[in-house]
């Protein structure tokens, strides 16, 4: 048990400046590891912070919109050149605030960086088109045009990815932003604020206030000059957003759950797909939207594939997410950890098999985090609730088919639809999973997470709302069009 002596008070981000919270009051980020680790303290804010944000936001806009794309990509160049500059020292923070591998969240910060840039180029990149128009002496063509203020709600589980992809296209394209970034890693998000503070990105562009997601989160939702929300997280949170922006008008991009399958077909190539489910499924400690956790299984490998499974499982070393050993840390908070231990509960209960893991670790060196061993059951049923609601945690539930039909069939029996992958080696089977499979990421032969920055990413069914994020999709969100009609005199 370590107990600090010093732990460090961050503040909010507000018209270009650090301020503390109207409330006076703080949080403490407890590192998931031990929970005697206080990483850092962060305001406590309230309804009068973010009205004071938005109001910067506000007026920051009319300046930072007139802008061309090329001179607002600078300044996200310059972040990125720092968040590059501050990547060990950040994935550091994330590791001991949220629990993932070192290398997890190494490799996190970089895809940080690298969206940056990405979104840096997209200032040089055509936003409209032209249209014939039936008049032969006019001009038609469409622009876009940003919506205006953002609010940006992020979640824990990508401290840094999320708040990036969210906040760099709407920054390219013309909005300014205000951030609340989930309480349970807020000083990693402090840290990427920072980043572009230093970058010297024009006071009341980007503004972050800390706190509660029902104080801070909602009167960001519910502020009349906040034009467009994005939000990633739960459903439930995400409806409830989604409802509130409706009700007045505001734009909404809601990016929420999953329960994803992985197919593993009969003429698999089986150490491929065993390697893709344990990443997809328990990296990160299966905290990712996108991790699989349905694992179906043609009957004739099931056998061979659950042993080959079971044997590269058991050598999984759990720990802290510093050490250079771990493979998998903890989870990112005791809420998270119970949630996972009451599912592995309830399947048990409702009649599948657990045949490894699922137990909290609790030695002397672990008993002060939130660890959990990861967990394999089998004999799974489709109603049963580890087959159809998001655990969010290290879960795999082993679900044996007949044919690839069935398999398919199988996947698309949830009310979720954001990513799905197949190991097939039979181009027929590839090409019924493209087409039948009911996700908004099809995979094949590789794992249902990792969707590279540059394409769109986003759901189907109950995992997303209208339009995708990343890439050049993130326009749709980010912009409204402007269709523009020109005759001369
Ligand atoms: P939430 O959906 O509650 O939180 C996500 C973000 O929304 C956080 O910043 C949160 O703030 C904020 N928030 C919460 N309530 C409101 C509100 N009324 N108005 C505006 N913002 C709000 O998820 P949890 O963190 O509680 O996790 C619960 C479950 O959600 C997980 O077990 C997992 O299943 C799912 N989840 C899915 C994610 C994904 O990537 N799709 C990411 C995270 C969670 P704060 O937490 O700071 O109070």
């Known amino acids: 048990m370590a107990v600090q002596t010093q732990v460090k008070t961050y503040l909010n981000y507000v018209n270009g400046e650090w301020v503390e919270a109207s409330t006076n009051e703080t949080i403490s980020c407890i590192n998931p590891a031990n929970k005697h680790d206080v990483v850092g303290n962060v305001q406590k804010s309230g309804k009068e ?35 590059e500059s ?132 909602q009167a960001i939702v519910d502020h009349p000059q906040v034009n467009g929300i994005t939000f990633t997280g739960s459903n439930q949170t995400g409806k409830a957003i989604g409802q509130a922006a409706l009700a007045r008008g505001a734009k909404y991009q809601l990016e929420m759950g999953g329960k994803n399958p992985v197919i593993i077909a009969a003429d698999a190539d089986l150490d491929l797909a065993v390697d893709g489910t344990i990443s997809g499924g328990l990296r990160s400690t299966g905290q990712k939207c996108t991790a699989t956790s349905r694992v179906i299984v043609h009957e004739d490998v099931y056998d ?32 998270q950890l119970e949630t996972v231990l009451s599912y592995i509960e309830k399947g048990q209960e409702e009649g599948a098999t657990l045949l490894y893991g699922g137990q909290r670790l ?27 609601e998001e ?21 698309n029996d949830v009310e979720f639809g954001l990513s799905a992958s197949i190991y097939t080696t039979n181009i027929s089977h590839m090409l019924s999973f493209i087409n039948d499979m009911d996700a908004g990421l099809v995979r094949i032969n590789a794992e249902t997470a990792g969707v590279e920055l540059q394409a769109p990413f986003g759901g189907m069914k109950q995992s997303s709302s209208h339009s995708r994020e990343q890439g050049q999709a993130a326009i749709e969100f980010y912009t409204s069009i402007k269709t523009v009609f020109v005759k001369g005199n």
Request: net charge negative; with cysteine.
């Open 49 to 83: 912070d973010v009205d004071q944000a938005v109001a910067a936001a506000h007026n920051a806009l009319a300046s930072w919109k007139k802008l061309s794309g090329a001179a607002r990509g600078e300044f996200l160049y310059k972040a990125a050149n720092i968040l």
């Open 362 to 388: 609790e030695a002397p060196e672990t008993k002060d985090g939130f660890y959990v061993e990861p967990a394999v059951f089998e004999n799974v049923e489709s109603g049963m609730a580890i087959s159809q």
């Open 86 to 217: 501050r990547a060990d020292e950040i994935a550091e923070t994330m590791t001991k605030e949220m629990g993932k591998t070192l290398g997890e969240a190494k490799g996190e910060t970089l895809r940080g960086v690298a969206i940056l840039r990405y979104y840096a180029g997209e200032g040089m990149r055509k936003t409209g088109d032209v249209i014939p128009s039936s008049d032969s002496e006019a001009l038609m063509f469409t622009t876009r045009v940003p919506l205006g203020v953002v609010g940006v709600i992020s979640p824990w589980n990508f401290p840094v990815a999320i708040p990036v992809w969210k906040m760099a296209p709407g920054l390219i394209y013309g909005n300014t932003i205000v951030i609340k970034p989930a309480q349970e890693a807020a000083v990693t998000a402090v840290k990427v604020i920072e980043c572009l503070d230093e970058a010297g990105i024009p006071a009341g562009v980007v503004n972050m206030v800390t706190g509660t997601g029902s104080q801070v989160g």
């Open 304 to 335: 061979a594939f659950k042993e080959k499974l079971l044997a590269k499982v058991r050598e999984l070393k759990v720990g802290p997410g510093l050490d250079g050993e771990t493979w998998m840390g903890p989870c990112s908070s005791e809420k």
């Open 391 to 411: 655990i969010f945690g290290p879960v795999l539930a082993l679900i044996k088919v007949g044919t690839i039909e069935e398999a398919i069939e199988m996947a």
